[in-house]
């Protein structure tokens, strides 16, 4: 009888713990299609940016939850993330913040999608991003629902065009022409010439 009591005590919190699994990203997706009728309903999710739209993989990783929670809940048709890169990069937009209209209905329907997500980020202090998002019928163009959620930075921000890492710096061409300034200038202050195992190729 104890352990049935403890079980049916256990239960609420438990919910509470399943219903919180996806944290932020679970709160944003729920609320952006809160009274929003899912059958038969095709979802896109652009990548978020930055308004200065500074290269930055930030985006790309927070609409990838994104993602993910909308196809945990099993409700919607989910674009698969690569064929909306591939639409972006057809259509050359940059900033999922600033598409227009027009653009929505040409990415809709590309992609076949009823549904869009997309927004902006802003960068907070102790490595926090919030993100505004905005569900947006593709038809119409009108934002349908709008929602921010506070989410932390639990990733590197590794992009494609990432400068080499720091040990991989050493054949940089930028190095070596800086190496041989550093050189030049210490044999002018002291009066020698460089050795050859100091010239820098």
Not at 83 to 107: P, R, T
Not at 109 to 130: C, N, P
Not at 148 to 162: E, I, P
Request: hydrophobic share 35%; net charge neutral; glycine share 8%.
């Amino acid at each position: 009888m104890k352990i049935f009591l403890t079980l049916l005590l256990l239960l609420p919190a438990l919910a509470g713990a399943r219903d919180n699994a996806g944290g932020p990203y679970r709160s944003l997706v729920t609320e952006l299609l809160r009274n929003c009728d899912g059958k038969d309903k095709k979802l896109a999710v652009a990548n978020f940016s930055y308004p200065d739209e500074r290269a930055s993989g930030d985006g790309n990783i927070i609409s990838g939850r994104i993602t993910t929670e909308l196809v945990r809940l099993k409700k919607f048709k989910v674009t698969e993330r690569k064929e909306i890169e591939k639409v972006f990069e057809e259509l050359k937009l940059q900033g999922s913040g600033a598409i227009d209209a027009d653009s929505v209905k040409d990415i809709g329907k590309m992609l076949g999608a009823d549904w869009l997500i997309l927004g902006t980020l802003a960068e907070l202090e102790d490595k926090q991003i919030e993100v505004n998002a905005r569900l947006v019928g593709v038809e119409s163009g009108e934002i349908i629902n709008a929602f921010n959620v506070k989410v932390r930075k639990d990733w590197r921000d590794k992009l494609k065009n990432q400068p080499p890492e720091e040990h991989e710096l050493k054949d940089s061409d930028k190095l070596k022409s800086y190496d041989k300034a550093i050189l030049k200038y210490i044999d002018e202050k002291t009066g020698k010439k460089t050795p050859a195992e100091r010239s820098i190729p």
